[in-house]
């Protein structure tokens, strides 16, 4: 048990009681925790800041509006419902089409117009947010992933993770959906972390639950040797994250539109750690080389502009050093 | 940085006056460590009793001072009619009676109840030195005496030797002048007046002290000691056998050589002493001890409060403990469960259930729970109405319990009406949650997650120690809270990481 203390340690494996303790306590201001637990501010935050985001279409926030869900939805043929305060991908429905009174989701069953007022009033009285908070039903524009996945996704629409310390992208990877995660793109439900390498963008090996995998299970290809496009704007994209929260510790889900490029979908205070596994490095290593570089003890942090955050990282972070 | 040091001063300070608490209450107020520790409680009852003469009456008796290895917790004079009065003498304490018109057989009774001191101390008096008027009358006497000093003194070293061989010298009857010096006295009071006389002789200052011996029983006589002086401490020796030190269980009662009780104008007067011994809970013995002592702490303390009252917070204050536990298994194991606290208050109720019935009745109501949610499911009523009809099913469930366990001859049933019925209908809506989004295997394992965190919590506050500790005791949750704060600040691996990181161990 010690030796694998130890190995854990040498290899700078962040745990979850550090990443608590001295990452999420100390660089996030719980009071912008709203900022990013709260999508449709998030949302407004990202549209001001100028931070390219998946369109909205409209928010419902009463039970007299979610009863009329369908008719104000019927101008649009696909789109996403979702709860503004949930978390993992809870509550979330990506219906492709709409057919007499029927709305077709992506897994291709269909649900009747009832099942989606259901839907939606479960989400106004906070089934999915934390807390069990009343909540908000945010519409949105359905994204069309890239065509680059068709290989290594099942369904859903892949993602990629980025952390980003006091605006230093750290570590990154590619998530993708599977039969087991039901589309999603949550790791604890089922879904591939694939590896990416953040200087290049080039996926590695893939996380699978708690194992390596180099293969998708549904399709069976492999998950290495992939090139993200746009992988400059994603890096600058969840960068800028930063400034535009303030949270110093965070997680950033960006989406690949086909037509629109980098989008971001959503932030996380708290981000999983999975994504270690499968990059094969431990997240401490690299948070304590920019603490050491640009956060010294007792002094001012350093001032970097983006371009010279983005540097440091490409010089110092890439899987060939 | 600061604020790291900040937290290692509150945690040593809590540690600090957590243990600092504990030991003052222990050592001082006598509060034990163990729940059924016992201690004993004397109760002796003097009873001095007189035939009246039709004439005023005054009688006077000596009673214990508690200076050194006993604490008197209760002490009662019962003498209907009769002006008391009670008098320093010396070293002794003495109650005065009188009465102007006494009539018949009279009774007084002086009652006492006593324990041994937690923390005995040496008397602080100062020693007496010889006096004078301990003297033999005559100059052969003198002269016998002198030459038994001689004898004593040319075969022993300190006073502890010359006191025992005085004792043993004058038990000899072939000792010439021994007997001389013996002449009129044969009864112990009068061997040990000459003893006393002999030692200040010597110029051993010397005391008699008659002692009542704690063994129960009635008509118990006192027992005569000597006690010398030897410029630092008293030191007790038996006038039968010249052995040195007081047993312990003798209470000092007068000093000198007058009679226990002197009584002016009665016929007949006897003193009897009657002994019994109590066994009692060594907490409740701390608790009148600490009546015998105003401090802020005995005032403020749980056991001042109404028994009901105490009795819920011997419940409540097992809570900290709970909650340590799960911090624990959190923190260090990485258990995942329903909820932070529902652990705790499902172990309280096993508290009430025992453990396995306990588990049963709680898998039985939230797997009834479970089948009624997946079953409103279907009808798509809004969340709160939903949680109602759970929270009302899970109630009825539980009275349908009670009945049928009633009936069974199983009265174990019953106890499932404390399970704490809105945390049950949470976790049900939880787990069916997490039943349909993440599959059953997730929900059945975080449910197990709970029911083991529950039995362990369980298993930790049922401990009967602990239990007492944390209500004798206020300093153990400082020591609670200083270990939380630790926790709060543990940033290494949880058991389960490793398993979880294992793909990263090189």
Known sequence: ?321 | MSNRYHLHILVALLLLSGAGLTYYQHVFLGVPFTPDAQEEIWTIEANLSYDARNRPAKLSMYIPEFKENFQSLHERFVADGYGMKIEQEDENRKVIWSIRTPQGRESLYYTVSLARRTDPQQAKRPGPTYTQKNRFSTAIEELAAESLTQEIRSKTADIHTFVTLAIRTLSDNSNNNAQLLLDKAVSETGRASVLVRLLSHAHIPAQIIHAVPLKEGVNVAPRIWIRCYNGEQWLYFDINNGDEGLPDDMLPWWQGDDAVFTANGVRNPELSFSISKDVVNAVRLARIRARGKPSAFSEFSLSSLPVQTQIVYQTLLTVPLGVLVILFLRSFIGLVTFGTFTPVLIALAFRETQLVWGIFLFTLVTSIGLLVRFYLEQLRLLLVPRMAVILTVVVCCMGVISILGHKLGMDRGLSVALFPMVILTMAIERMSIIWEERGAAEAITTGLGSLVAASITYAIINITILQHLVFAFPGITLVCIALMLMIGRYSGYRLSELMRFKALAK
Request: glycine share 10%; with cysteine; hydrophobic share 40%.
């Open chain 1, 1 to 321: 048990m010690f030796n694998r203390i130890n190995q854990l340690r040498r290899q700078g494996v962040l745990s979850i009681n550090a990443r608590n303790a001295n990452y999420v306590l100390r660089y996030n201001d719980r009071r912008m925790y709203p900022l990013v637990d709260d999508k449709l501010k998030t949302k407004h935050l990202a549209i001001e800041h100028g931070v390219s985001v998946p369109g909205l279409i409209t928010h419902v926030d009463s039970d007299s509006a979610a009863k009329r869900i369908a008719e104000i939805l019927s101008p649009y043929s696909d789109f996403v419902i979702k709860p503004a305060q949930g978390a993992g991908g809870d509550g979330i429905i990506v219906i492709q089409a709409s057919h007499n009174g029927r709305y077709i989701k992506t897994s291709g069953l269909a649900i009747t117009e009832r099942e989606l007022q259901h839907h939606c009033s479960n989400i106004l009285a906070g089934l999915f947010s934390l807390g069990g908070h009343r909540d908000v039903i945010l519409v949105e524009e359905r994204i069309r992933p890239s065509t680059v996945f068709e290989k290594i996704a099942y369904q859903g629409v892949p993602d990629v993770r980025v952390i980003v310390f006091c605006g230093f992208p750290v570590m990154a990877m590619l998530r993708l959906p599977t039969r087991q995660s039901q589309g999603k793109a949550n790791l604890h439900q089922g879904a591939i972390g694939a590896g990416v390498d953040v200087v290049s963008g080039v996926t590695q090996q893939g996380v699978w639950f708690n194992d390596i995998t180099l293969t998708h299970p549904d399709t069976g290809n492999p998950l290495s040797g992939l090139q993200l496009p746009f992988w400059d704007d994603i890096l600058e994209l969840s960068a800028r994250c930063y400034e535009m929260t303030g949270l110093g510790y965070l997680g950033v889900d960006i989406v690949i539109d086909d037509s629109r490029g980098p989008l971001m979908l959503e932030l996380n205070a708290r981000p999983g750690l999975n994504i270690q596994i499968a990059n094969g490095v431990g997240l401490l290593q690299r948070l304590r080389r920019i603490e050491k570089d640009f956060l010294p003890v007792g002094k001012p942090p350093a001032q970097l502009d983006l371009a010279q955050r983005l540097a440091f990282i490409r010089a110092n972070f890439g899987l060939a050093h």
